[in-house]
């Protein structure tokens, strides 16, 4: 069946409980585990202050470091479950795009993420990465809520 699930995860509550769900399906399966999270490229013109304050190199740096403290949860809960795992940092600013890129690079065969919940305008507004990967992605999608 799946050989291969990518977990992407922004590190929120509900990530982890999709991470989790998305071990337990694969230590069921026998398949192998990709955790990824994507993180934005530096920018000379922003308002997140950090990018204000940064250089380019402190930016990545900075970013690589926030990325494996984000994907240490996912590489924990496959160790424990004894399930194979390899983690993934893209940068991008469109994580939707960087998850459905990594998916298919790496040959994964099933998407597990999860769905926040937003609802009415602050969905509408704010948008869903989960979303976008639905609607763009061939590569099957399981939604954890």
């Given at each position: 069946?799946y ?45 997140d ?14 970013a690589?470091?926030?990325a ?35 998916a ?42």
């Amino acid at each position: 069946m799946y050989k291969r699930i990518l977990l992407p995860t922004d590190g929120s509550d509900a990530s982890a409980r999709a991470v989790q769900a998305g071990v337990d399906f694969a230590r069921e399966l026998g398949a192998e585990v990709v955790g990824m999270t994507a993180t934005p490229p530096f920018h000379v013109f922003s308002t997140d202050t950090r990018m204000l304050e940064d250089t380019p190199e402190l930016h990545a740096a900075s970013a690589a470091a926030s990325a494996r403290r984000t994907m240490d949860p996912v590489a924990a809960a496959a160790r424990a479950a004894g399930v194979p795992c390899r983690l993934e940092h893209a940068v991008s600013d469109q994580p939707w795009q960087a998850i459905i890129d990594c998916a298919q690079r790496l040959g994964c065969d099933l998407i597990v993420m999860a769905a926040h919940g937003r609802r009415g305008l602050a969905g509408l507004l704010l948008g869903s990465e989960t979303q976008k990967v639905l609607v763009h992605s061939t590569i099957p999608v399981l939604v954890q809520r």
